[in-house]
């Protein structure tokens, strides 16, 4: 899990990310969208966990580039939600050093059927409540980075009317959660990983796949509005 955090005065954090090789992570374009022309307030920093505490396998990168898909926002609101990010090469630095806490997640097969079977795993530093009640007991700040199992949800249920509706949900998104409410991604989540332990078969092993990127939603844990992720293996892009 990696971090993008802003540069300035002072710094904070913004949004997640996905290390994908020593030099590159995927995120969701409209994290970064808003200050394309300025990429230079933002850089990484991955193996944090406590955000005020340095941890052993904290590292910061600027940032080189960022390639966004060249459809995002086309159709469906925030269609094609996914970003590149390039690390800066600078010297004789080998890029993001991976180790015991930090490392790259798998790349899903194209193919991949999302089965509400499915349990993923989704984390971040997003806030712990979006509605009025939850924000006046103190619960939008996390310091901490927190995790999350949420289920896959059917297609059809998610277009249904009472859940988001069959215009809003486009091929290269996917729902995942409780329709009764519960565990959820929030604000300052966007860009994080949804995981899922599965079997590749150029691996022939079960290994941590990347199989979406927490993009939106309405709300927080609300009862029939789960979070809405961009389906990576969806995406017809060239990462």
């Not at 802003?6 to 994908?20: E, S």
Request: glycine share 12%; charged share 20%; with cysteine.
């Amino acid at each position: 899990m990696v971090t993008d955090v802003a540069k300035i005065c002072r710094t904070f954090h913004h949004c997640g990310a996905v290390i994908i090789s020593p030099f590159h992570l995927l995120t969701t374009a409209h994290c970064l969208w808003d200050y394309r022309d300025t990429t230079g307030i933002y850089y990484v920093r991955v193996g944090d966990n406590v955000i005020e505490v340095l941890d052993d396998e904290e590292q910061d990168f600027d940032i080189e580039k960022i390639d966004f898909h060249e459809e995002f926002g086309v159709g469906p609101y925030l269609n094609n939600d996914i970003a590149v990010v390039h690390i800066k090469r600078t010297g004789v630095s080998g890029g993001i050093r991976f180790g015991n806490k930090v490392g790259p997640a798998c790349l899903p097969p194209r193919d991949l059927f999302l089965s509400p079977a499915i349990n993923l795993t989704v984390s971040g530093w997003g806030k712990n409540g979006y509605d009025q009640p939850q924000r006046q007991k103190g619960t939008n700040f996390v310091s901490k980075l927190n995790m999350a199992v949420v289920p896959v949800i059917q297609r059809a249920t998610c277009k249904e009317e009472k859940v988001y509706g069959p215009e809003k949900i486009s091929l290269g998104m996917f729902c995942a959660g409780l329709l009764e409410g519960g565990p959820d991604t929030c604000q300052g989540d966007s860009g994080g990983p949804a995981v899922a332990f599965l079997r590749l078969a150029k691996f022939h092993e079960t290994r941590a796949t990347l199989v979406g990127l927490t993009s939106w939603g309405y709300g927080c844990g609300r009862e029939n509005k789960p979070g809405v992720y961009t389906q990576v293996s969806a995406i017809k892009w060239t990462l």
